[in-house]
């Protein structure tokens, strides 16, 4: 049974095709969110593991080793089994400084560019075997189904027709950094359809090959002899080797790299990962020997590994024939995509952007992305010449043997990246470098001998099928072993070091706080456009400002800081960990010649990060340091720490609250940048020589409060940072109470001399006023009578002398309950009162004060304001004269000026005014108590009265009235106005 080329060009391009709208219809929204990452998509996204030697190469396996080839599954079994302390610590890494590949990994790890560059051209040792693999498999089923073309032409148009998909899934957009979430959806759509091919070729083979009632059991019984002849004993073997090679398989290897940590968009979906997937793989491999089986069963004309596509051939079944082409079709395609994607990513950034990189003018994102296009068709035409060359002589065995071996050489540097802070790059370096070699003398080259029959001109160890495990293990081991040595016998860079404190799950790094030259974002901005150009600049860094959820403008130190780690990080999954590093620290250097200190609040919300990690004695002191900042956090006092150079370390809730300034809005900055009047107030109490500061005005909101400051002088010792500590507690009300009682005080004592001289003047002057009186009915000599009049007028002058010290020593009797008040309606009411005396029939009295002019006080006592204001305003004016009220208001106050064109105030007598008893009316005229009382009044209002005089013209008045503004609401009812 054979199919026609274009059969198999239209089921493989189709296959491809709806691979892809499955992948479009993602990243269209056409499928439900919950469904696309939903973390079974991500479990089965990781069966792109399972390719075409699991596919096909598990039976060439079986046949060689027996149940050995369950190594394959139970290796990377046991990597995921022990995700939270092997794989959960790399996604956090991968996360935090957005590292996208093995090479990004270990160069941020070992600060070193040749470190990633090492591990890019090693990685060519791993992804040209691997995708040998995938092109040998499928050119080989394509030759089974057809044998018109050459199996080397088949080869070569699946490999074309696989760059254009590759490019397709991976790199369509100018985003490079983008999570490919069609991607990860296709991949495991091809999971799910290879394993329900290989299941329903498991269940033909069980319930339709084998006769039903014990045909397997007796077959078996029958041919164990031929079988063992096929297979080496597992304790004889390479079980120890397999397991070891294909545990390192789940972080080395570039396609579950990428899938495993670059396209994770759900950290806790992991956890699902560390049983689903073995589960999965555990349901794949169930199959395995009853297809081995089968084929023998079948007299299968074909290798062990391809027994699965023979089957259908043998039982001229062209469903199960073409279901078995597709599940292997899918088992290649999906790793071939996801490593050619991951890797030209890998090469772009650690072997063409440290060479070149475009000059700012150009589009660089534009750039990058077609430079990953030619980087994916020069991976796959590679491996495609590496086909020609030796992979076709190569069977599945040799080419995953020489793919997954090369894979284990940088297992030693994850493992100190993970548990080793001590390691270095020198030693990383060596060991990779001679372990490579070592496989490439021990396992390349006579893999490569044996099969084309080659002539070394050198001596080279007789490595095969049955012994090359013994090679594998050399390699590893002298790359493990010269990684100790060479760590142990050099230093550590202070980059390194840091480095490694970022990686290490046992450590947290110790972040500085070190000041940057650039002063805010707009120079941070400025500093990178000659390297990135102003468009790619400015993209990176509010990119970089959203993802912290920081403003677009920042000045702040501690944000500063913040910033330039997270655009080393995003640059990092751009152009690499190493261009990143080099360009940050070049354009964006910190501060030289300060003294370097520890960055406290960012330490401990790393220790935040760490808690679940800590156990026993670190655990207890974590509490007690949790309990202590809890304690300094509700502490029912304003807390506020600084740093020796003034930057805001801790600010705590009563702080938030005194000031109004929130914990992260000022955590990081210099002290004197905070908004007035706190920046003010707390720097200079900071610089003084005071330690205490009692009852400090400071005008808020339209209303005065006062401030006690304390504060403490901590003194560095040894990893201790020094700094100072500032206490602050809100005293108004204490503030309040003196001065209401000094207020009641002082009335007590005018009330008792006002009481006095109403007791002790009042009844004499009735009495003349009453002796007056009778004057004027007992005479009519017009001189007695002018007399009687003017004693008279003079008792009614001291009755209301009188009653005005009466009036003033009751000022402060009042209710303290405000309700909301129209000022416009009290000042109408006022020129209303006003309006009944003759004098002021002849002004005019303008208001023009809008209606909106709410404040919270005394109705009453606010007409009585007015009056005096308007009162004097009036008798400092001429007939026919225009007296304006105008009012305003801003978010805080609103604000009533009184204007006359008056003969005004001279200016020496301005500061006098409000005091009691002066008054610069003529004699007999004033009492000089009423803008006494006016002022008390607006003082008990939390207002605030001020007088300019002359004005402009050189003549008038203008007195100002400001109150605290009131925001009315719908429901809100104005006191009852007084009538």
């Known amino acids: 049974m054979t199919f026609s080329l274009s059969q198999l060009a239209l089921l493989g391009v189709g296959y491809l095709l709806s691979l892809f709208l499955a992948a479009y219809a993602v990243e269209r929204n056409w499928l439900p969110r919950a469904w696309v990452r939903h973390p079974l998509v991500y479990v089965l996204s990781l069966g792109v593991y399972a390719s075409a030697w699991a596919f096909y190469g598990s039976v060439g396996l079986a046949n060689q080793y027996g149940y050995g080839f369950l190594a394959y599954y139970m290796g990377i079994s046991g990597a995921f089994v022990m995700s939270p302390i092997l794989l959960r610590p790399i996604l956090q890494i991968t996360r935090t400084y957005q590292l996208s590949s093995l090479a990004d990994l270990l160069a941020f790890r070992y600060r070193s560019r040749w470190a990633g560059i090492t591990v890019s051209i090693i990685m060519l040792a791993v992804v040209v075997p691997m995708l040998t693999l995938q092109i040998t498999a499928i050119g080989d089923t394509l030759y089974l189904l057809n044998r018109e073309w050459p199996v080397e032409n088949l080869a070569l148009a699946y490999c074309l027709i696989m760059i254009l998909f590759a490019i397709l899934f991976g790199a369509r957009h100018v985003s490079p950094r983008e999570k490919h979430e069609g991607l990860v959806f296709a991949i495991a759509f091809e999971s799910v359809l290879k394993l329900v091919a290989i299941l329903i070729l498991g269940g033909v083979v069980l319930f339709g090959v084998f006769p039903e009632v014990g045909g397997l059991e007796q077959w078996l019984s029958d041919n164990q002899a031929q079988l063992a002849r096929e297979q080496v004993r597992l304790q ?132 990058l992305l077609w430079m990953r296009r030619s980087l994916i068709g020069v991976i796959l035409l590679l491996a495609y010449g590496f086909y020609r060359i030796v992979g076709s002589d190569l069977d599945l065995s040799q080419l995953g043997i020489l793919g997954f071996v090369a894979c284990s050489q940088f297992l030693p540097g994850i493992l100190g990246l993970l548990y080793w802070p001590q390691s270095n790059r020198k030693g990383f370096i060596t060991g990779l470098i001679i372990g490579t070699i070592t496989w490439i003398y021990g396992l390349l080259l006579p893999f490569c001998e044996l099969a084309l029959g080659w002539e070394v001109p050198f001596f080279l160890p007789p490595t095969d099928e049955g012994n090359w495990h013994l090679s594998a293990i050399t390699a590893i081991g002298i790359n493990f072993l010269l990684f100790v040595i060479v760590s142990l016998s050099t230093k550590r860079s202070s980059e390194e070091q840091a480095a490694a404190d970022a990686c290490s799950i046992d450590n947290v790094s110790r972040p500085s706080r070190l000041p940057l030259q650039a002063s805010n974002t707009n120079e941070v901005i400025n500093a990178l456009t000659p390297s990135l150009g102003r468009y790619v600049a400015e993209r990176e860094v509010y990119q970089a400002l959203t993802d912290l959820e920081l403003p677009s403008y920042e000045d702040r130190p501690y944000a500063l800081r913040r910033l330039r780690a997270r655009l080393e990080a995003n640059l990092s999954g751009l152009m690499g960990p190493t261009v990143a590093h080099d360009l940050v620290n070049r354009y964006l250097p910190f501060q030289k010649d300060v003294e370097l200190t520890e960055d406290l609040f960012q330490l401990e919300q790393r220790l935040e990060g760490f808690q679940s990690r800590f156990g026993g004695l670190a655990s207890e002191l974590d509490n007690l340091r949790r309990y202590h900042r809890q304690t300094l956090e509700r502490l029912p006092m304003g807390v506020c720490s600084l740093a020796p150079d003034g930057e805001v370390l801790m600010w705590n809730q009563v702080m938030s609250q005194l000031t109004g300034i929130g914990s992260l809005d000022v955590t990081g900055s210099h002290l004197s940048r905070l908004p007035s009047p706190w920046g003010p107030m707390l720097s200079d109490f900071l610089t003084s020589d005071a330690m205490h500061k009692h009852k400090h005005r400071v005008d808020s909101a339209g209303r005065p409060r006062w401030f006690g400051m304390h504060k403490a002088v901590l003194q560095s010792s040894g990893s201790q940072p020094g700094g100072t500590v500032i206490l602050m507690e809100d005293q108004t009300e204490t503030q309040l109470l003196e001065e209401e009682l000094r207020h009641s005080e002082r009335l007590a004592s005018i009330g008792r001399l006002a009481a006095g001289v109403a007791h002790e003047i009042g009844n004499p002057i009735t009495g003349i006023d009453c002796l007056a009186q009778s004057m004027r009915y007992e005479t009519d000599n017009p001189e007695l009578l002018e007399m009687a009049d003017q004693i008279q007028e003079q008792t009614k002058r001291v009755t209301r002398i009188v009653q005005s010290l009466m009036n003033f020593s009751h000022a402060g009797h009042h209710s303290t309950d405000h ?24 002004i005019d009295f303008i208001n023009d004060c809008p209606p909106e002019l709410i404040t919270l006080g005394d109705a009453q006592r606010l007409v009585q304001v007015f009056i005096n204001l308007l009162g004097n305003a009036r008798d400092a004016s001429e007939a026919g004269s225009t007296i304006w009220v105008q009012g305003d208001m801003d978010e805080q106050q609103i604000r009533i000026r009184i204007i006359d064109d008056g003969h005004g105030i001279p200016a020496e007598t301005l500061d006098h005014i409000f005091e009691p008893f002066f008054t610069t009316k003529d004699v007999g005229k004033g009492t000089g108590l009423g803008l006494s009382l006016v002022y008390s009044i607006i003082e008990e209002h939390y207002g605030h009265i001020a007088i300019d005089s002359p004005l402009a013209s050189g003549r008038g008045t203008c007195v100002t009235v400001s109150l605290p503004r009131y925001e009315a609401t719908e429901s809100t009812e104005l006191t009852e106005q007084p009538s």
């Open 819 to 842: 309700d909301p008040v129209d000022t416009t309606y009290c000042v109408n009411e006022a020129i209303q009162l006003l309006k009944l005396s003759k004098r002021s029939q002849d």
């Open 236 to 367: 004889d073997g390479p079980w120890r080797t397999l397991l070891l090679m294909f545990f390192a398989a789940a972080v080395a290897m570039p396609h579950m790299f990428h899938m495993a940590f670059t396209e994770n968009t759900n950290p806790a979906a992991l956890r699902q990962a560390s049983w689903g997937f073995p589960l999965f793989l555990l349901i794949m491999s169930l199959s395995v020997p009853p297809i081995l089986w089968a084929g023998y069963y079948l007299n299968v004309d074909s290798d062990p590994s391809y027994f699965a596509l023979g089957i259908g051939l043998a039982l001229e079944s062209e469903f199960l024939t073409v279901l078995i082409f597709v599940g292997g079709l899918a088992a290649a395609s999906g790793i071939i995509i996801v490593t050619t994607l991951s890797t030209a990513a890998m090469f772009l950034n650690h072997l063409v952007l440290p060479v070149y990189k475009p000059a700012p003018r150009y589009d660089f994102y534009r750039w």
